[in-house]
């Protein structure tokens, strides 16, 4: 029972951060437009954010137990705030941001590194946790990590499917926002339950 | 990263279909080009005097723009004679913005029939405004200048006002969401001059026609649609003002009354009023309003409209 709700909280955080780009792009299309480098940035940004998020969840899954705790709970803390200032403000900050820059290039890389960067780095740091957690159950390491980027993967094509096909024709997206914040609150919260009970033991 | 390649074997295809067609030597100037560009695919096709510009998409080519080099004034197009529709609610224009450059198809006859006017165009994907210039003879001059950009960044910054502001924004067959919105529409009321009309080629063809039209109606008072005969392009005319009326008739001034002598041959204007069609009150009834925060776009353009009338 506790595999299964890991799997489904691996796939639910994979289906959070990639159907995220989409709703990040329609955030941006209507003051960037929809051109190539706008596209160009927001894909360079998640990559970067999966890289970082990745480093420092492979450094807080090191850590003694206290610290570790620390470092999951500041994880969740920075993404569920960082996905609320997104649905709160997102829109505003953008027009802000479109006024204050007169290139294009500028303005893109202040918005996708101040409104998208931080969620998908905080929400990345827990892949290697996972891995972690399932190390600690007694799968080999790298059995471990290709089982959950692969259940990860297959929850960003989760996510990018479901967003562009079932929710984004139905949903304004600033609706859809909240329902990422609401997603990611609960399931994080079963994540960091799961990794406490898993440390403990 | 941007390219283009001849299509393997389509000139000589094209010699070997259109040469039999043309007078001997005729063929030698006949090519098909395809250029897969940074938004676009795109296929130049040149038979006789005759140059198309095509867009692939779904499966099929879109025809976009064409021009006939031996008189480029003519509309080949048929959409682009509904486009001058426009006279009949701001008949001196001085100052015209379009989104989407095409081909240029509308631009030579506008800009042979007021000489002095404004046509500033805003086209996204550079390599068509090449494309523009080189297979299809068209060179932008300080009163038909060429922007790129995206149409809508353009409208934001660009505070200069227009007396018609057309969109004709395509990708592919495919109208990007954010030239779809009410916001958008909103900014380019706001780029109006006084008596400005806002002008927007729709698809009549697909569920995303009827939100449209609900999106143009839900920003500009006034709206009147002409339905280009057979093609499934309906054009949107849209003013800021509710006086006077323009959505009758009666009270425009007549084809006559504004020909210029370059129309001459060229352009119908009556047949250009007789196009007019009455807003499809019934079939709006369920479709949404387009914002930037909902605009399926691609979703509603994939559903096929009930509107028998505007199917092509």
Known sequence: MTLFAFYVVVITLGILSMGFQLLASRLLNPHFGSSIIVWAWLISTFLAAFSLGSIVGGWISNLAPEPRRRGQLAGVVLAVAALALVALFGRDLLGRIEVAFDDVSTALLVSCVGIFFLPVTALSTFGPQCVQFLASRGTPPGKASGVVYGVSTLGNIVGVMLTAFALIPHFRVSTLLYLWLGVAVVSLAALLRLLRVSSAT | ?312
């Open chain 2, 1 to 312: 990263m941007r390219w283009a390649r001849v299509t393997q074997g389509a000139a000589l295809g094209v010699a070997l279909v259109v040469g039999g067609l043309r007078p001997a030597g005729a063929a030698e100037t006949n090519f098909v080009e395809q250029f897969d560009t940074i938004y676009n695919s795109l296929t130049v096709e040149r038979r006789g005097d005759l140059v198309e510009l095509r867009a692939r998409a779904r499966g099929s080519e879109a025809l976009e723009s064409a021009v006939d080099l031996s008189d480029p004034l003519r509309l080949v197009i048929p959409y682009t004679r509904s486009l001058y529709g426009a006279l009949f609610f701001q008949p001196q224009p001085k100052r015209v913005m379009m989104i989407g450059l095409g081909g240029a198809g509308f631009h030579r006859l506008f800009s042979a029939a007021y000489p002095d006017a404004l046509l500033q165009t805003v086209e996204l994907d550079p390599k068509v405004l090449e494309l523009c210039e080189t297979r299809m003879q068209f060179k932008p001059t300080a009163n038909t200048p060429v922007a790129v950009q995206d149409g809508r960044m353009f409208v934001k910054r660009d505070r200069r006002e227009w007396d018609w502001l057309i969109l004709d924004a395509f990708r592919g067959g495919f109208v990007p969401p954010h030239l779809k919105t009410e916001e958008f529409y909103r900014e380019c009321a706001a780029r109006l001059s006084e008596r400005g009309v806002f002008v927007s080629n729709l698809h009549a063809t697909t569920e995303l026609f009827y939100s449209d039209v609900k999106t143009i109606q839900a920003v500009f008072p006034q709206v009147v649609l002409f339905n280009t005969d057979g093609r499934g392009n309906v054009i949107a005319f849209a003013v800021k003002y509710r006086t006077p009326v323009i959505t009758d008739p009666a009270k425009w001034p007549g084809a006559a009354a504004l020909m210029v002598p370059a129309f001459q041959g060229r352009l119908d204007l009556a047949a250009v009023r007789k196009e007019r069609i009455e807003i499809p009150v019934a079939q709006m009834g369920r479709a949404k309003v387009l914002s930037d925060d909902f605009a399926p776009v691609e979703f509603l353009d994939t559903l096929k409209s009930n509107n028998a009338d505007g199917k092509k």
